[in-house]
């Protein structure tokens, strides 16, 4: 008996898309799919299963994805400000060159998920499963990332100013590049970090004392930490 062939990829172009239409066009076991163009601004999404879909340049702007199954997804330029991704599965998931700004991440898991050039300004991660979780060349100003670790990762260009980074564990980090500008310390650890080239502008010395104890800074920055005293360095 010949095997029966298997179905092609859902490639949606340039479509407005509902909940209803989505859970038409999702049925279990196809292969994923890729929503180009898309939009599903303001849809509730929530417990949708997207698993390994593509979302490339698709509106997503306020959308809802709340326990929805977005394990190793693909989004590439897509706008989605405001959108909710509560307690929703972001195991392995990329994105790219997305706007993210005033997202929610509250409990969702984001264990191995990669931010590649996004903007995540004011974006909120409280409670979010992160083991894993990787950003670069980024925009988190502002920020809630109150507990998540990023021991011994290597963090290029992050923007983190006025960031909530209270109780994060930097430890052993190598910062490339990026800001700390004015962020919020409280109980952040440092030990051991590389904070050569990362802006301090706004870290007192008091603060330095405490939470970058054995972390590593360039003499310039030591000197713009004790011009901040008023004192004159020569």
């Known amino acids: 008996m010949t095997a029966p062939l298997p179905h092609p990829p859902l490639h949606v172009i340039d479509q407005a898309l509902t909940r209803a239409d989505l ?39 306020q959308a ?3 326990r929805a199954d977005l394990s190793g997804t693909h989004w590439q330029s ?37 931010f590649t050039g996004v903007k995540l300004t004011g974006a909120h991660f409280t409670n979010a499963q992160t083991l894993g979780l990787a950003f670069s060349d980024s925009l988190l100003v502002g920020a809630d990332l109150r507990g998540l670790s990023f021991r011994k990762q290597t963090l290029e260009g992050l923007d983190l ?13 190598v910062f490339k590049g990026g800001s700390l ?23 007192s010395i008091a603060m330095l004392m405490h939470s970058f104890k054995g972390s590593v800074i360039s003499g310039e920055q030591a000197a713009r930490l004790i011009e901040g005293l008023g004192v004159r360095v020569d």
Not at 95 to 113: E, I, P, Q, V, Y
Not at 181 to 203: C, I, P, Y
């Open 181 to 203: 500008r004015d962020a919020h310390l409280k109980n952040t650890q440092f030990e051991r970090a590389d904070l050569r080239s990362v802006d301090l502008s706004g870290v």
């Open 78 to 114: 897509c706008r989605a400000a405001q959108a909710d991704f509560h307690l929703a599965d972001l195991t392995e998931a990329h994105f790219d060159h997305c706007d993210l700004n005033n997202t929610a991440w509250a409990r969702c898991k984001l264990a191995s998920a990669q």
């Open 161 to 173: 100013s006025e960031a909530d980074l209270s109780g994060c564990d930097f430890r052993d980090a």
């Open 23 to 61: 859970a038409t066009l999702l049925a279990p076991g196809e292969e994923p799919a890729v929503f180009e163009r898309c939009s599903f601004e303001g849809e509730d999404l929530s417990r949708l299963n997207f698993s390994r879909a593509r979302f490339i340049r698709c509106n997503l702007v």
């Open 64 to 66: 809802r994805f709340e």
